[in-house]
């Protein structure tokens, strides 16, 4: 991190953080990951349009820092939409179990204020009543219902907040690559558990470079 900083320039420390995450990212090579990475430049093209538009994008702009939130409640939505809802278990399908996973979870332990204990893994066999299938292996592959299951309803807000934050100060600077990324990151959580992990949390490693540089140079 010391190195970035006195490297020189606010973009350098960027462009070195993201390309560490991003090399993070790509060591789990999966589907919704190929798929992330082929959408990636169309998205960035659209930012970098956003940013340097004089046009008043603001229900874009509202969009992209409250993504969370829209991902949160798309989860929730469809989960408890999978009992009774044809579509949503054909595209359960799809996503190999994700929506009946969170459905199954979201019933199982609620949502606590302060989150709970939760252990995944094998030797909690279930069954499926809509496939008809059975399973021994109990997991949640979507960091929204992890996030909100495991650690609550109050770290969930202030991972929301802080990545408003995050995003809020991305538009300030016009930082078209650092808004696509934090996007990418933030659809990719909904297919995956791994996002809240430190090592490739978007508001903790955003919120580092945006504030720390600033805070040194202030020192000088």
């Known amino acids: 991190m010391h190195k970035c900083v006195s490297y020189g320039t606010k973009k350098t420390y960027f462009a070195k953080k993201l390309i560490i995450s991003n090399d993070i990212l790509k060591i789990q090579i999966k589907r919704s990951v ?9 998205c960035l093209r659209y930012f970098k349009y956003l940013v340097q538009s004089n046009k008043d994008n603001k229900w874009w702009k509202k969009i992209v820092i409250w993504l969370p939130v829209i991902c949160i409640f798309s989860c929730i939505i469809t989960a408890e939409m999978y009992p009774a809802n044809a579509l949503i278990q054909k595209l359960d399908m799809i996503f190999n179990q994700r929506i009946y996973l969170n459905y199954r979870n979201i019933t199982l332990y609620g949502v606590k204020v302060f989150g709970q204990h939760v252990l995944w893994g094998t030797g909690q066999t279930f069954y499926n009543s809509v496939t008809g299938t059975y399973s021994a292996y109990n997991t949640v592959d979507n960091s929204y219902v992890c996030l909100l299951i ?4 109050i770290t969930t807000a202030a991972y929301v907040l802080l990545y408003a934050r995050v995003a809020k100060k991305m538009f300030k600077e016009k930082n078209a690559e650092m808004l696509c990324f ?5 659809l990719y959580g909904m297919t995956e558990s791994s996002i809240i992990d430190v090592f490739i949390n978007v508001p903790l490693i955003s919120l580092m470079a945006c504030t720390l540089p600033s805070s040194i140079e202030s020192k000088r």
């Open 34 to 42: 190929v798929f992330l990475i082929l959408i990636t430049p169309l």
């Open 150 to 153: 495991q650690m609550g309803a």
């Open 182 to 186: 934090i996007v990418i990151l933030a």
